[in-house]
């Protein structure tokens, strides 16, 4: 195996410590010596983990748990996990097909062009926080080279850090973005563009099929759009909270466009 450098090391190290600010840490526990200049012998016991959060907690074992993971051949190649970023304690989790160049190079889950989109359908479609009402990760945490689909061993390697993320999160509902990862999840090959709307069971997890967002901005039709539209829709109304008045001015404007056209 590779050894890691410097770089590589210094961005897992942040990426993991982010991952803890996201997770509620405010204090981590650390060698007093690697603060001789500053702490007096008197306050050298170790520091106590700082959290009130046992979902977290669990969340952060998945993460222990996972390691520097060399489970599957996509470990080669990859320069970071993508473990996942958000609420630890998040109604509504988003379920990706894997990380691309952007998000191997940062650590962190849709974060490229497919990212923007899907920010944009949370914070503009939905109304709500990508960061705190939202946690996102993908089927396999490690990027496919050339942006290939995941393989099954692959998947098969990844998924049980999938599902126990989900238990530990315990969200209200879950939502597959694209083919691979509504398949993965239902474990049959799912015909997104058919199933995407209807709710299925996943793990006792409601689960939402829709389109993935790299598709939407490939296919970026007003008939695409609607439906991811529509299926946010669902998941709003299954969380309880307020449908935005975009949906509406939306099909409003769907309506003038087509009135021009005709
Ligand atoms: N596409 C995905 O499915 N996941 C990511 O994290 C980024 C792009």
Request: hydrophobic share 35%; glycine share 6%.
């Amino acid at each position: 195996m590779q050894t890691p450098d410097r770089n590589s090391l210094l961005r897992e190290l942040k990426n993991h410590l982010l991952f803890l600010k996201d997770a509620g840490y405010s204090e981590i526990p650390c060698e007093s010596d690697l603060f001789t200049d500053s702490v007096s012998p008197s306050n050298s016991s170790p520091i106590k983990i700082m959290t009130d959060n046992k979902k977290a907690n669990s969340l952060i074992e998945v993460r222990e748990e996972l390691g520097v993971c060399t489970r599957c051949k996509l470990s080669q190649e990859r320069k970071n996990i993508v473990f996942g970023s958000g609420n630890p304690k998040a109604d509504l989790v988003f379920v990706g097909e894997g990380p691309g160049a952007d998000e191997d190079e940062q650590g962190l889950p849709f974060v490229g062009r497919a990212g923007k989109k899907l920010t944009e359908i949370i914070e503009k479609g939905m109304h709500l926080d990508r960061e705190k009402d939202t946690y996102i990760c993908n089927i396999v945490k490690c990027r496919p080279p050339g942006n290939r689909d995941p393989e099954k061993e692959e998947i098969a390697a990844c998924n049980p850090f999938l599902i126990q993320q989900l238990k530990a999160i315990q969200p209200r509902v879950v939502v597959a973005l694209g083919k691979p990862a509504a398949s993965t999840l239902l474990g049959r090959n799912v015909p997104i563009t058919k199933e995407r709307g209807t709710w299925h069971d996943y793990e006792g997890f409601k689960l939402m099929l829709t389109l993935h967002p790299a598709y939407l901005l490939r296919a970026y039709t007003i008939e695409n759009r609607k439906a991811v539209q529509s299926d946010m829709k669902k998941v709003l109304k299954e969380l309880g909270l307020p449908l935005p008045s975009l949906f509406l001015v939306n099909v409003l404007n769907i309506m003038k466009m087509m009135l021009i056209a005709m």
